[in-house]
């Protein structure tokens, strides 16, 4: 019995991608490299960090822990500046009545991002107060497909991984849910996604009869 459901952040009730892809595109300028939306999809779902080492790798760069971290802090202070601009309009279609759906059948609510910034567009978005638990980037250690980022939501709602349903737009997000033992719904593409259980292309007009098999 499904009793409490867990949302990515990015991807998912929201679609911040492009503004992580401005940032990065920005940063990979400054050495010279191009870096394109097809680049942007290997960073789906992954860590800053490990976002930044994706890019170096592409582009043939080493550099020291030191100068990794300045280029991953100077990356997230350009990706701030854009998310502090962002608006309720960003809300992806569907969600806010999808969660007031299933909080009407007693579900509990848990977001499970790795933005480090989740807090922040929630607070922008006015959905603070939508979720009873979130997980982020501060709260963790492992990056996805470690599913801790799941399992500590599915802990702070008190609920167990099997009676959770987790919404995914990303392959490592949908692994991380396989791995913590979740049923999982992917958002999005269907070739992508194959791993979850169905896939759906957004939540509009959907209801809670996307828990009837589960």
């Known amino acids: 019995m499904i009793k409490g459901v867990i949302f990515d952040l ?12 401005l940032a990065w595109k920005r940063l990979a300028e400054e050495f010279n490299y ?26 043939g760069i080493n550099l020291t822990e030191n100068e990794k971290s300045e280029l ?9 500046e854009y998310i502090l601009k962002m608006d309720e309009s960003e809300i992806l279609p569907g969600v806010v009545d999808f969660i007031n759906l299933c909080k009407g059948e007693n579900m509990k609510v848990a977001l499970g991002s790795a933005s480090k910034n989740a807090e922040l567009i929630l607070k922008n978005l006015k959905l603070l107060l939508c979720f009873d638990v979130i ?22 709602l008190n609920l167990k991984p099997e009676n959770c349903v987790v919404f995914e737009d990303a392959e ?16 999005g593409s269907p070739e992508i996604l194959k791993a979850a259980d169905y896939v759906i292309p957004g939540f509009k007009g959907r209801g809670i009869e996307l828990f009837s098999e589960m």
């Open 34 to 59: 191009e870096f394109t939306e097809k680049n942007n999809e290997l960073l789906k779902g992954v860590s800053r960090v490990r976002s930044l080492e994706i890019i170096l790798e592409l582009a």
């Open 10 to 21: 990015d991807g998912v009730v929201v679609d911040t991608a492009k503004y992580h892809f």
């Open 72 to 80: 991953a802090e100077k990356k997230n202070n350009w990706y701030v």
């Open 172 to 187: 490592a997000g949908v692994e991380a849910a396989r791995r913590g033992k979740f049923h999982v719904i992917g958002i």
């Open 135 to 156: 997980v982020d980037g501060n709260k963790i250690s492992a990056a996805k497909p470690d599913p801790e980022v799941f399992l500590k939501a599915a802990s702070e």
